[in-house]
């Protein structure tokens, strides 16, 4: 159809028909554009149908082809001969110069394409292009003819004909110099040896190219064996000797692989004709080393398994270097190394002579083998026998031979010496301890051992240690050597131990040393550690074994006590080095024994003094972690003495050493179990102090307890609590801190459940932590008290406001206030008393009531009235509930204010109306606006006598009712959660944010709608899936209040109160990320499961759902690690669409470039803190 339609136009030739010709264009190349590569080559395979085509509809269907063959595989013949086909049949008939083009530009995007692939194997650009791109030999042979080759642009023209000299010289110099080629090149040249085929036969070049390429893979196999063999030898000299000993720099640097890919293969290896030689050392520059080399590397691999001989080469090796420069050491070269080598392996051989001739001795064997191969350590066998078919020189039969033979008579051999030695350790142990038994089997190993140490190996017969069976179990065990020796070695620390430690008062004794030792430092410490330990691992033998000394001690019996010495040191390879440190410190144990009455004297006496004179502050101001402090008052009847003052630490030490010395008396234990209960209420009440703290309670945030401990006080208890003090007075000081415990924690617990209420109820509160919502309660109460607060706005509150309002004003504040001022104005009902009479009362608000007054007054300017309202009910606290006298005052005040705007003439500021103008009735209706304490300290005014006289556990919590009370209302000092949240709804609803999009398409099968959504990704996608998901979503960055990054420092609040903000966020176009959920600790994971739980149950019990869209990221790997993950594996989805990180990059530049809120403070979670 569309080449009859191109048939049909050049029939008619018309100019003004170019519009419906580049129609028809357009139609084709969609047509064929959406077609598979294969299916349009398969239309056009009947050279006739090509044919036929009007030369504009091949042109289109060139240009179309050559589009595809950019993104498709070339490897195909149809497409090329295809093209060729093409190009042969329309070139020709072509009168435009469209064809070259669409080729030029098809020439250099394909040579672009090709130049980072050409930079990695450094190679020709142009050559990889001639010998990758199948079309390049076609274009090469058809650039030869003049009418093609004119088609072409200069640039597309010279990539061919580069690509062309390249091939030709490339052909050359496999014909007529083939060593020259390098060394990186042959196996470029190896993978595309079809490639150069092709290219061979296009040039009409005359070449064997299967012989040339075979030679250099030869030649390539053999230099690549080799550089394997002295690889090997490099590696094996530096894994055995010291690399301070060696200068093989010269030898490794020839075989780095950037320096032999640029080396012709005629350099590296012998080209064949040349003479044979077993080893090509030529270009390793050893040849002076062939003959030691012939010997060494046939036996490399048997070499490398023998400790002996790498023992004998380091041995030999050191001497050499120090030899070689007299007092100092040299460092040997290859070839000195290997000529070391050489002279090791022809000493070690003829040793392996001597044992196969049975003339050497086990002692002589032994000590050639070394102490490591006979040590009796359970790896010493694995590594007897590899040393052993290593003298067998890798001939099995040879191995079956005689190194069987003599490798069970030298394992025999040292396992009757291992035997021996035991045995003689154990008879000095009971020489030592004055021990005595039947040890006749002892005399008998012992005395075998020593017979066949000077034996010929031919003569020698494997020992029969069936006899020996109760030595063989305790010589399995690696440590018995060590513990026996140790134990030998250890007679005074151990007697000293028996003799003044019982065993049951080990551990008093180590916790009473630990305390004595404690600010003498670290060293001193863990002495006593390794002392303790060391008593208990041996306490079998120095308790229980030598408390039996007085009757015989048969050897089954003590190897039994041996038991537990072994095992603890199994557990612990330190412990006979332990017990041996005690013994060579024992005076210095003896003086802390002896120090140890001074020690609990101390204890007592510092106890006593705190539970008469003590004075116990818990919530003061001190620079340490714990708001705990104790002063023990001076002893009057001595005049030097001075106030002590001890911390919380201090205090647990002294609950410690009291603990250890509690039950040495009735009086002991009941003074622990008195200080005890007081520590554990001072632990309550410092815990709930801080937690009231953190929670930022009004009431008791600068609470102080302070306690007189002794007896006989008035007022021993006293609690602070910002402008009211309690004062009680106790007989018995430790209960009443318990009482006082209890109900401060009961009080805790309400206030976390008031907290967690406002938070459920106004979902703005969300939006900050608790510190954040007591700045905002202080700060904003002042634009509710006075015109003028906006003089003393800190920078802090506009920020903390401007994540609601980007970029806040203290007029948005004063706007806002006046808003909710009205407001509630609004919803106070009054009812008009002239019609009470009736009985139908007619019920209006305060506000409707105050500007029907003023309207009725002649006042109906709408400015005159906004004016009077803003300074009217800013200043004024309004009950639930008016009574007639004070509307009327507030209606006379109305009146006056009206009057006073009217003769400023309408548009005065509200920091200009003088408020007080008419007389001092305004200042006192302005003092009705109390202060939280103003209105808490008029609550507790009638009960002050009776509260007085009230534990203090009760008058604390009558305080506490009425400041819960109070709670619902504002304060010239504080807002109430409400009104709080009406505010920050004002400013909230004035923030122009943008919209969400619809996210369904972001999530395989869709986005669900009221559940969370955990996606498993590896950490180095959350980002990029953090920023797609808020792109498609919304078109911009995060927020910081939007995005939670986890990790081990994440505060619990922090954590706590994002969850509540996204999970309970009523609005629909909300997003929110919870990025590398699986960071968190272990217990905050716990606590963010259950309140993941609880507010999905809370959502549900109240027939609300989840509205926002919650996003949990974390890691695949860590998902069954972690309570909050194992919760969410049930809402885990499949991302649809994986980010294109580049495009974020650009897009993420682009939204960074933009001018950030004058009032913004980039956080750490902000969107504007992005790196990639």
Same mark, same amino acid.
């Given at each position: 159809?569309?080449?009859?339609?191109?048939?049909?136009?050049?029939?008619?030739?018309?100019?003004?028909?170019?519009?419906?010709? &580049?129609?028809?264009?357009?139609?084709?190349?969609?047509?064929?554009?959406?077609?598979?590569?294969?299916?349009?080559?398969?239309?056009?395979?009947?050279?006739?149908?090509?044919?036929?085509?009007?030369?504009?509809?091949?042109?289109?269907?060139?240009?179309?082809?050559?589009?595809?063959?950019?993104?498709?595989?070339?490897?195909?013949?149809?497409?090329?001969?295809?093209?060729?086909?093409?190009?042969?049949?329309?070139?020709?008939?072509?009168?435009?110069?469209?064809?070259?083009?669409?080729?030029?530009?098809?020439?250099?995007?394909?040579?672009?394409?090709?130049?980072?692939?050409?930079?990695?194997?450094?190679?020709?650009?142009?050559?990889?292009?001639?010998?990758?791109?199948?079309?390049?030999?076609?274009?090469?042979?058809?650039?030869?003819?003049?009418?093609?080759?004119?088609?072409?642009?200069?640039?597309?023209?010279?990539?061919?004909?580069?690509?062309?000299?390249?091939?030709?010289?490339?052909?050359?110099?496999?014909?007529?110099?083939?060593?020259?080629?390098?060394?990186?090149?042959?196996?470029?040249?190896?993978?595309?040896?079809?490639?150069?085929?092709?290219?061979?036969?296009?040039?009409?070049?005359?070449?064997?190219?299967?012989?040339?390429?075979?030679?250099?893979?030869?030649?390539?196999?053999?230099?690549?064996?080799?550089?394997?063999?002295?690889?090997?030898?490099?590696?094996?000299?530096?894994?055995?000797?010291?690399?301070?000993?060696?200068?093989?720099?010269?030898?490794?640097?020839?075989?780095?692989?950037?320096?032999?890919?640029?080396?012709?293969?005629?350099?590296?290896?012998?080209?064949?004709?040349?003479?044979?030689?077993?080893? &090509?050392?030529?270009?390793?520059?050893?040849?002076?080393?062939?003959?030691?080399?012939?010997?060494?590397?046939?036996?490399?691999?048997?070499?490398?398994?023998?400790?002996?001989?790498?023992?004998?080469?380091?041995?030999?090796?050191?001497?050499?270097?120090?030899?070689?420069?007299?007092?100092?050491?040299?460092?040997?070269?290859?070839?000195?190394?290997?000529?070391?080598?050489?002279?090791?392996?022809?000493?070690?051989?003829?040793?392996?002579?001597?044992?196969?001739?049975?003339?050497?001795?086990?002692?002589?064997?032994?000590?050639?083998?070394?102490?490591?191969?006979?040590?009796?350590?359970?790896?010493?066998?694995?590594?007897?026998?590899?040393?052993?078919?290593?003298?067998?020189?890798?001939?099995?039969?040879?191995?079956?031979?005689?190194?069987?033979?003599?490798?069970?008579?030298?394992?025999?051999?040292?396992?009757?010496?291992?035997?021996?030695?035991?045995?003689?350790?154990?008879?000095?142990?009971?020489?030592?301890?004055?021990?005595?038994?039947?040890?006749?089997?002892?005399?008998?190993?012992?005395?075998?051992?020593?017979?066949?140490?000077?034996?010929?190996?031919?003569?020698?017969?494997?020992?029969?240690?069936?006899?020996?069976?109760?030595?063989?179990?305790?010589?399995?065990?690696?440590?018995?050597?060590?513990?026996?020796?140790?134990?030998?070695?250890?007679?005074?620390?151990?007697?000293?131990?028996?003799?003044?430690?019982?065993?049951?008062?080990?551990?008093?004794?180590?916790?009473?040393?630990?305390?004595?030792?404690?600010?003498?430092?670290?060293?001193?410490?863990?002495?006593?550690?390794?002392?303790?330990?060391?008593?208990?691992?041996?306490?079998?033998?120095?308790?229980?074994?030598?408390?039996?000394?007085?009757?015989?001690?048969?050897?089954?019996?003590?190897?039994?006590?041996?038991?537990?010495?072994?095992?603890?040191?199994?557990?612990?390879?330190?412990?006979?080095?332990?017990?041996?440190?005690?013994?060579?410190?024992?005076?210095?144990?003896?003086?802390?024994?002896?120090?140890?009455?001074?020690?609990?004297?101390?204890?007592?006496?510092?106890?006593?003094?705190?539970?008469?004179?003590?004075?116990?502050?818990?919530?003061?101001?001190?620079?340490?972690?714990?708001?705990?402090?104790?002063?023990?008052?001076?002893?009057?009847?001595?005049?030097?003495?001075?106030?002590?003052?001890?911390?919380?630490?201090?205090?647990?030490?002294?609950?410690?050493?009291?603990?250890?010395?509690?039950?040495?008396?009735?009086?002991?234990?009941?003074?622990?179990?008195?200080?005890?209960?007081?520590?554990?209420?001072?632990?309550?009440?410092?815990?709930?102090?801080?937690?009231?703290?953190?929670?930022?309670?009004?009431?008791?945030?600068?609470?102080?307890?302070?306690?007189?401990?002794?007896?006989?006080?008035?007022?021993?208890?006293?609690?602070?609590?910002?402008?009211?003090?309690?004062?009680?007075?106790?007989?018995?000081?430790?209960?009443?801190?318990?009482?006082?415990?209890?109900?401060?924690?009961?009080?805790?617990?309400?206030?976390?459940?008031?907290?967690?209420?406002?938070?459920?109820?106004?979902?703005?509160?969300?939006?900050?932590?608790?510190?954040?919502?007591?700045?905002?309660?202080?700060?904003?109460?002042?634009?509710?008290?006075?015109?003028?607060?906006?003089?003393?706005?800190?920078?802090?509150?506009?920020?903390?406001?401007?994540?609601?309002?980007?970029?806040?004003?203290?007029? &948005?504040?004063?706007?806002?206030?006046?808003?909710?001022?009205?407001?509630?104005?609004?919803?106070?009902?009054?009812?008009?008393?002239?019609?009470?009479?009736?009985?139908?009362?007619?019920?209006?608000?305060?506000?409707?009531?105050?500007?029907?007054?003023?309207?009725?007054?002649?006042?109906? &300017?709408?400015?005159?009235?906004?004016?009077?309202?803003?300074?009217?009910?800013?200043?004024?606290?309004?009950?639930?509930?008016?009574?007639?006298?004070?509307?009327?005052?507030?209606?006379?005040?109305?009146?006056?204010?009206?009057?006073?705007?009217?003769?400023?003439?309408?548009?005065?500021?509200?920091?200009?109306?003088?408020?007080?103008?008419?007389?001092?009735?305004?200042?006192?209706?302005?003092?009705?606006?109390?202060?939280?304490?103003?209105?808490?300290?008029?609550?507790?005014?009638?009960?002050?006598?009776?509260?007085?006289?009230?534990?203090?556990?009760?008058?604390?919590?009558?305080?506490?009712?009425?400041?819960?009370?109070?709670?619902?209302?504002?304060?010239?000092?504080?807002?109430?959660?409400?009104?709080?949240?009406?505010?920050?709804?004002?400013?909230?609803?004035?923030?122009?944010?943008?919209?969400?999009?619809?996210?369904?398409?972001?999530?395989?099968?869709?986005?669900?709608?009221?559940?969370?959504?955990?996606?498993?990704?590896?950490?180095?996608?959350?980002?990029?899936?953090?920023?797609?998901?808020?792109?498609?979503?919304?078109?911009?960055?995060?927020?910081?209040?939007?995005?939670?990054?986890?990790?081990?420092?994440?505060?619990?609040?922090?954590?706590?109160?994002?969850?509540?903000?996204?999970?309970?966020?009523?609005?629909?176009?909300?997003?929110?990320?919870?990025?590398?959920?699986?960071?968190?600790?272990?217990?905050?994971?716990?606590?963010?499961?259950?309140?993941?739980?609880?507010?999905?149950?809370?959502?549900?019990?109240?027939?609300?759902?989840?509205?926002?869209?919650?996003?949990?990221?974390?890691?695949?790997?860590?998902?069954?690690?972690?309570?909050?993950?194992?919760?969410?594996?049930?809402?885990?989805?499949?991302?649809?669409?994986?980010?294109?990180?580049?495009?974020?990059?650009?897009?993420?530049?682009?939204?960074?470039?933009?001018?950030?809120?004058?009032?913004?403070?980039?956080?750490?979670?902000?969107?504007?803190?992005?790196?990639?």
């Amino acid at each position: 159809l569309y080449n009859s339609i191109f048939v049909e136009l050049k029939h008619f030739g018309a100019d003004g028909l170019s519009e419906f010709e &580049d129609l028809a264009v357009e139609g084709l190349k969609r047509l064929l554009f959406n077609q598979q590569l294969n299916n349009i080559v398969a239309l056009f395979e009947d050279q006739t149908v090509l044919n036929q085509l009007e030369l504009r509809t091949s042109e289109v269907l060139l240009m179309i082809v050559f589009e595809k063959m950019e993104h498709a595989s070339f490897s195909e013949l149809g497409l090329i001969n295809f093209v060729g086909n093409m190009l042969t049949g329309s070139y020709k008939r072509m009168q435009s110069r469209k064809l070259g083009t669409v080729i030029s530009k098809l020439v250099h995007s394909v040579y672009e394409k090709f130049i980072p692939m050409a930079s990695e194997l450094k190679t020709d650009v142009h050559l990889l292009m001639a010998l990758e791109w199948p079309l390049s030999s076609f274009l090469l042979s058809s650039i030869k003819e003049k009418q093609f080759s004119s088609l072409l642009d200069n640039d597309s023209r010279g990539i061919l004909e580069a690509g062309g000299r390249q091939a030709t010289r490339l052909l050359e110099q496999l014909r007529n110099s083939p060593a020259s080629i390098v060394y990186g090149q042959i196996e470029f040249i190896s993978s595309r040896k079809d490639n150069i085929a092709g290219l061979q036969t296009v040039l009409g070049f005359e070449l064997n190219l299967d012989d040339c390429v075979g030679l250099l893979q030869e030649r390539k196999a053999a230099f690549d064996k080799m550089k394997d063999v002295v690889a090997a030898l490099v590696a094996y000299f530096k894994n055995v000797l010291d690399l301070k000993l060696l200068n093989l720099a010269s030898l490794t640097s020839l075989m780095e692989k950037q320096r032999l890919s640029q080396t012709e293969i005629g350099q590296l290896v012998a080209w064949p004709g040349g003479t044979a030689e077993p080893y &090509d050392l030529a270009y390793f520059k050893l040849e002076n080393q062939r003959e030691a080399l012939c010997r060494l590397l046939p036996l490399l691999d048997v070499l490398r398994d023998s400790a002996t001989f790498s023992r004998m080469l380091r041995t030999r090796a050191e001497a050499q270097a120090r030899a070689s420069a007299g007092s100092a050491t040299a460092k040997l070269t290859a070839d000195a190394l290997i000529a070391c080598a050489d002279a090791v392996l022809t000493e070690w051989l003829a040793k392996i002579d001597t044992m196969k001739s049975g003339t050497i001795t086990i002692g002589e064997i032994n000590q050639f083998l070394g102490q490591r191969l006979v040590s009796g350590d359970p790896d010493a066998r694995s590594r007897l026998a590899r040393e052993f078919r290593a003298f067998a020189l890798g001939n099995e039969q040879e191995m079956s031979a005689w190194a069987r033979t003599c490798l069970q008579k030298v394992e025999s051999f040292n396992k009757l010496a291992k035997y021996a030695r035991v045995a003689q350790l154990i008879q000095k142990i009971y020489e030592k301890y004055q021990l005595f038994g039947d040890l006749t089997a002892l005399d008998t190993v012992m005395q075998s051992s020593g017979d066949n140490r000077s034996i010929p190996l031919s003569q020698l017969r494997a020992a029969d240690l069936s006899d020996y069976d109760q030595l063989e179990d305790i010589s399995a065990n690696e440590h018995c050597l060590a513990s026996l020796e140790a134990f030998a070695s250890c007679r005074e620390i151990v007697y000293w131990i028996r003799e003044n430690i019982p065993k049951a008062d080990l551990k008093t004794f180590f916790d009473l040393a630990m305390i004595y030792v404690g600010d003498a430092g670290d060293m001193e410490q863990k002495r006593v550690e390794n002392f303790y330990q060391a008593a208990q691992g041996f306490d079998s033998l120095i308790y229980d074994m030598l408390s039996e000394r007085s009757q015989p001690i048969s050897l089954n019996h003590f190897l039994r006590r041996c038991d537990r010495p072994f095992t603890s040191a199994n557990a612990d390879h330190s412990l006979p080095g332990k017990l041996r440190d005690a013994g060579s410190k024992v005076g210095w144990f003896k003086t802390i024994k002896e120090s140890q009455g001074s020690v609990e004297k101390s204890t007592l006496k510092k106890i006593q003094e705190i539970l008469e004179r003590g004075e116990m502050e818990i919530g003061c101001d001190v620079p340490f972690d714990e708001p705990f402090r104790l002063l023990v008052a001076p002893d009057a009847k001595r005049p030097d003495d001075k106030t002590s003052e001890f911390l919380f630490e201090d205090i647990r030490d002294l609950q410690s050493k009291l603990m250890l010395i509690a039950g040495q008396s009735v009086e002991n234990g009941k003074l622990f179990d008195h200080f005890v209960n007081l520590t554990d209420s001072a632990t309550s009440l410092i815990d709930t102090v801080k937690e009231f703290r953190r929670h930022c309670c009004l009431l008791c945030d600068s609470l102080v307890i302070r306690a007189h401990l002794g007896k006989g006080k008035h007022n021993n208890l006293m609690l602070e609590l910002r402008s009211h003090t309690i004062n009680s007075s106790h007989n018995e000081i430790e209960p009443a801190l318990q009482q006082l415990s209890r109900v401060l924690k009961s009080c805790l617990s309400e206030w976390k459940a008031l907290i967690d209420a406002a938070r459920r109820k106004h979902h703005v509160l969300n939006y900050f932590l608790m510190s954040q919502i007591k700045v905002l309660q202080t700060e904003l109460a002042k634009f509710f008290a006075t015109i003028n607060a906006g003089q003393d706005v800190s920078v802090g509150l506009l920020h903390l406001l401007s994540h609601l309002k980007p970029d806040c004003k203290i007029e &948005d504040i004063d706007e806002a206030v006046v808003q909710v001022m009205i407001k509630k104005a609004n919803e106070q009902v009054l009812i008009d008393q002239r019609d009470a009479v009736t009985g139908g009362g007619v019920t209006s608000s305060v506000y409707q009531t105050v500007v029907a007054h003023l309207e009725d007054n002649g006042y109906s &300017d709408p400015s005159v009235i906004k004016q009077v309202t803003r300074v009217l009910f800013r200043l004024r606290s309004v009950s639930e509930r008016q009574q007639p006298e004070d509307l009327q005052q507030l209606l006379d005040k109305a009146s006056r204010l009206a009057r006073h705007v009217e003769n400023r003439g309408g548009g005065a500021g509200i920091s200009e109306i003088d408020i007080d103008c008419d007389d001092a009735g305004d200042t006192a209706t302005r003092r009705d606006w109390a202060t939280a304490d103003d209105h808490l300290l008029a609550l507790m005014a009638p009960a002050g006598d009776q509260q007085s006289a009230l534990p203090a556990d009760q008058a604390f919590n009558q305080l506490w009712r009425a400041f819960v009370d109070l709670l619902d209302e504002s304060h010239r000092d504080f807002l109430s959660f409400d009104d709080l949240a009406k505010l920050l709804d004002r400013l909230r609803q004035r923030q122009s944010g943008a919209s969400g999009q619809a996210f369904e398409s972001l999530l395989a099968g869709g986005w669900p709608e009221d559940k969370p959504v955990a996606l498993c990704l590896e950490e180095r996608e959350q980002l990029p899936v953090t920023l797609h998901l808020f792109r498609a979503a919304f078109s911009r960055l995060p927020r910081l209040e939007e995005v939670l990054l986890c990790s081990e420092d994440t505060r619990p609040e922090e954590l706590l109160v994002f969850l509540q903000r996204c999970l309970c966020d009523p609005s629909k176009a909300g997003l929110y990320v919870i990025m590398h959920a699986d960071r968190l600790t272990y217990e905050l994971s716990r606590q963010a499961e259950a309140r993941v739980h609880e507010l999905l149950q809370w959502l549900h019990q109240h027939s609300r759902l989840q509205n926002s869209n919650v996003v949990f990221l974390m890691s695949d790997e860590q998902q069954k690690r972690f309570p909050l993950c194992n919760l969410l594996a049930e809402y885990t989805r499949e991302l649809q669409i994986k980010p294109d990180r580049a495009e974020l990059c650009r897009w993420v530049s682009n939204r960074l470039r933009g001018q950030q809120p004058a009032n913004s403070q980039v956080g750490t979670r902000s969107g504007a803190k992005i790196m990639f």
